[in-house]
T-cell receptor, first 109, second 115 residues
Framework: DAKTTQPPSMDCAEGRAANLPCNHS???????VYWYRQIHSQGPQYIIH???NNETNEMASLIITEDRKSSTLILPHATLRDTAVYYC??????????FGTGTLLAVQP | KAGVTQTPRYLIKTRGQQVTLSCSPI?????VSWYQQTPGQGLQFLFE???????NKGNFPGRFSGRQFSNSRSEMNVSTLELGDSALYLC??????????????FGPGTRLTVL
């Protein structure tokens, strides 16, 4: 079973920030939080990952709470091309990624 | 750098046949993982290979097998195909020798249809 919990769907207006939450209350100390997204029928695309500190790259920012039990992926200026299923995954000991059902983000014009 | 490539992209087989799918990882990556994606079960881990050895395995029957070559390219084989094997098969590669510490990059997938 997936070790993370995400809302099944979210809407966001184009140009606004999209904030996608993830609960990973059972995460252990050496496990990372990874975010991927999948546009219909394509392979999942890596977005960002983090362990304890907040992270930012050219695609998104990742905010991890101090107790590491939850995180938020932020797409600062969502576009229509950001419409996808976003997966939050926690893992660390192996390369076995356990995907949940993810959040379907619909960016509206 | 070229990304992960998978061949073929689409495949149609009939029940009882066998199929072999191929994955070429990103240059320099030594770990290759395979996943199955179906509408009902979502994305599920099949197995991972590193340095030609299976390092991790998911909960799939023995009809699903794989191997990795010395150049890190990997193949997966499904024997005695069933209708339920129809799925998108995804391959992912990563650099790390220490599992779980590096990012996995996915290929575009092979869409298998079993009739």
């Amino acid at each position: 079973d997936a070790k993370t919990t995400q809302p099944p769907s979210m809407d966001c207006a184009e140009g606004r920030a999209a904030n996608l939450p993830c609960n990973h209350s059972t995460i252990s100390g050496n496990e990372y939080v990874y975010w991927y997204r999948q546009i219909h029928s394509q392979g999942p695309q890596y977005i960002i990952h983090g362990l304890k500190n907040n992270e930012t790259n050219e695609m998104a920012s990742l905010i991890i709470t101090e107790d590491r039990k939850s995180s938020t992926l932020i797409l600062p200026h969502a576009t229509l091309r950001d419409t996808a299923v976003y997966y939050c995954i926690s893992g660390g000991a192996t390369n076995k990624l356990i995907f949940g059902t993810g959040t379907l983000l619909a960016v509206q014009p | 750098k070229a990304g992960v490539t998978q061949t073929p992209r689409y495949l149609i087989k009939t029940r009882g046949q066998q199929v072999t799918l191929s994955c070429s990882p990103i240059s320099g990556h030594r770990s290759v993982s395979w996943y199955q994606q179906t509408p009902g079960q979502g994305l599920q881990f099949l197995f991972e290979y590193f340095s030609e050895t299976q390092r991790n395995k998911g909960n799939f029957p023995g009809r699903f097998s794989g191997r990795q070559f010395s150049n890190s390219r990997s193949e997966m084989n499904v024997s005695t195909l069933e209708l339920g094997d129809s799925a998108l098969y995804l391959c992912a590669s990563s650099l790390a020798a220490l599992a779980g510490t590096d990012t996995q990059y996915f290929g575009p997938g092979t869409r298998l249809t079993v009739l």
